[in-house]
């Protein structure tokens, strides 16, 4: 399988946004990908409690459009976001519209008195996990609540899936610098990223699902 750079595929992300093609639009693929691969492949899925882990980028702006997606099947999502600012305006916008679905989706923010708590109850109690922490812009040393919640996700007995690449793993290398989430089954984008194919093992079953990058995008990269 022909693989990609994560410097590849920010290359091709950014030649998709001069053809006209936005972030968004290939985030809202992205999202609806992985709430599409969940509802094909797991049984009685809007019987089951699914929680998503997001970190502040993209990785967790996916995960956004794929709980908005899910309450639209009729599943019971809460939201877990580490952080307080997103950093990205597409991240940022998904996150705004999540908030606005206050009878479908549950969110939980460091806001919470009792975030750790809170945060271990969701992820210990859930059935499946999306896990979206980090995908390709991990950088350095983990920080908090980030590597708490990726032991977390690890004891959980939940059905793990991965947004793009199991968080921790590092996308260029397939090296685990500190930890990572260990995941059984990894939807990622357009093409799977070099250290995804390295470490099946952690990944657990790889889909890769295209998100309407035009091919002129990938001229030159
Ligand atoms: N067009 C699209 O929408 C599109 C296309 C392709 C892929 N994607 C998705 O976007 C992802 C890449 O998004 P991204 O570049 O925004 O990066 P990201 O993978 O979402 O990671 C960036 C986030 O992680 C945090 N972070 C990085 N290292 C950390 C550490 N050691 N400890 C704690 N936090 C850390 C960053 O916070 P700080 O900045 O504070 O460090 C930032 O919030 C891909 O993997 C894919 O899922 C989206």
Redesign the pocket.
């Known amino acids: 399988m022909q693989t990609i750079t994560?410097e590849q595929?920010?290359k091709i992300?950014a030649n998709?946004e001069k053809l006209g093609i936005p972030?968004?639009l290939?985030?809202e693929n992205?999202g609806r990908a992985v709430a599409e691969h969940l509802k094909n492949s797991l049984k009685d899925i809007a019987d089951r409690k699914v929680v998503v882990v997001a970190?502040?980028?993209?990785?967790?702006?996916?995960s956004f459009v794929a709980a908005r997606h899910l309450a639209g099947y009729g599943v019971r999502v809460t939201v877990i976001l580490l952080?307080r600012d997103l950093?990205?305006s597409?991240?940022a916008l998904n996150w705004r519209g999540l908030k606005s679905m206050t009878k479908t989706v549950k969110v939980l923010t460091l806001d919470h008195p009792s975030f750790d708590e809170a945060l271990e109850k969701h992820v210990l109690g859930a059935d499946i996990i999306i896990d979206?922490?980090?995908?390709?812009?991990?950088?350095?040393?983990?920080?908090e609540p980030?590597?708490k919640a990726i032991d977390l996700i690890n004891r959980s007995k939940a059905y793990t899936l991965s947004?793009?690449?199991p968080s921790g793993l590092d996308?260029l290398t397939g090296e685990i610098h500190d930890k990572s989430v260990i995941a059984d089954a990894t939807v990622t984008?357009?093409k799977p990223k070099t250290g995804l194919m390295k470490r099946r093992d952690i990944a657990g079953e790889v889909v890769v699902a295209p998100?309407g990058v035009p091919p002129e995008a990938e001229e030159g990269v």
């Open positions: 994560p595929m920010d992300d998709s972030r968004v290939l985030m992205a970190g502040t980028g993209n990785n967790g702006g996916d952080g950093k990205t597409e991240a979206a922490i980090f995908g390709t812009g991990i950088r350095g040393v983990l920080r980030h590597s947004v793009d690449i996308p984008f357009h998100i």
